[in-house]
């Protein structure tokens, strides 16, 4: 190998990294719009859900009953279990 093929070989490589480095950023951007993008869809489901069974629960006396014994079970952070009872939830 000639140095005029040894300074090509370089210059491939170095090409080939700046498309690596590319490609790892757009790879990291692309990550990130997904992640994001699945916490709006379970953010979206929560509300859903939330609003959902917050209003069968004032319309159906079974559904409240059964809510309410869930939340006591299945909730057990302090903090959030505080404020369900200062809401009348516990």
Known sequence: MNRMDEVKATDRIAVLRKREQALRIAIAAERDRQERRAARSRTKLVLIIGETLLSQSAKVPDVDIRLRQLL?????????????????WL
């Open 72 to 88: 006591k079970t299945a909730v057990v952070d302090d903090r959030s279990r505080q404020f369900l009872a200062s809401q009348g």
